[in-house]
């Protein structure tokens, strides 16, 4: 389940279920969004990315949905392994640049 | 393709002294690249961002004479933290964009005595 406090949300999946992660962003107007994976330690590793005039796109074990009437983001992971233990963070890009505004991240536990 | 390398990973350095942080895109040019600080726990914070060949552009509440900024080239920017303190210990990563997309280097670990 959830948890939603002082620490990062924390989401907790047995090894080989499905995960679902959600984000909600701000500004109508992001045109494009992006996932990442971050491990401890290391810098955040790209996953996938969507355009806003797509509501769906499919990479290796992984679906990124956006649903831009309710501004949410969710990134789906197929058969959950270890490996997949992380911090996950969604990000928006708002204008016509090329910054990025990131959401607070998910902590995803796989159990074994 | 799109790596982004970081040196060191690892600093540890005395109160008052300099530090130099270098990002480097290794198989692609970056037009802009960034500059982030993160506590633990928390996400990302976007201290600035610099094109090659301009001045940086530093967020709200980031000194820009202290955290020194040079992209000298499209593959290249330093970061250089000057006389830090133990508040300036944390975890720096860059990230370096060709178009849309950000990649981010392994990050540097700094610790300020």
């Known amino acids: 389940g959830e948890s939603v406090g002082l620490h990062l949300p924390t989401l907790s999946v047995q090894e080989g279920d499905n995960s679902i992660i959600n984000c909600a962003y701000s500004?109508?107007?992001?045109?494009?969004f992006i996932w990442y994976k971050q491990e401890s330690g290391k810098g955040p590793q790209f996953i996938i990315d969507?355009?806003?005039?797509?509501d769906k796109r499919q990479g290796q074990r992984v679906t990124v949905l956006l649903n831009k009437t309710v501004k949410h983001l969710s990134l789906q992971i197929a058969a959950t392994q270890p490996g997949d233990s992380a911090v996950y963070f969604c990000?928006?890009?708002?204008?016509?640049?090329?910054?990025?505004?990131f959401g607070g991240g998910t902590r995803l536990m796989v159990k074994p | 393709g799109a790596v982004v390398s970081q040196h060191p990973s690892r600093v540890i350095c005395k109160s008052g002294t300099s530090v130099k942080i270098e990002c480097r895109s290794l198989?692609?040019?970056?037009?802009?690249m960034f500059w982030y600080r993160q506590f633990p726990k928390k996400s990302l914070m976007l201290m600035a961002t610099?094109?090659?060949?301009?001045?940086?552009?530093?967020e709200q509440g980031v000194e820009k004479d202290k955290f020194l900024i040079n992209h000298a080239s499209l593959t290249l920017s330093t970061l250089t933290v000057t006389s830090a303190h133990p508040e300036d210990s944390s975890f720096y990563i860059c990230?370096?964009?060709?178009?849309?997309?950000?990649?981010f280097g392994p990050g540097t670990r700094l610790l300020v005595l």
């Open positions: 990230s370096a964009s060709g178009e849309e997309t950000q990649y």
């Open positions: 500004n109508s107007a992001s045109d494009y």
């Open positions: 969507i355009r806003s005039n797509m």
């Open positions: 990000a928006e890009k708002k204008n016509a640049g090329n910054m990025l505004t």
């Open positions: 198989d692609f040019q970056a037009t802009t």
């Open positions: 610099s094109n090659e060949g301009s001045k940086a552009t530093y």
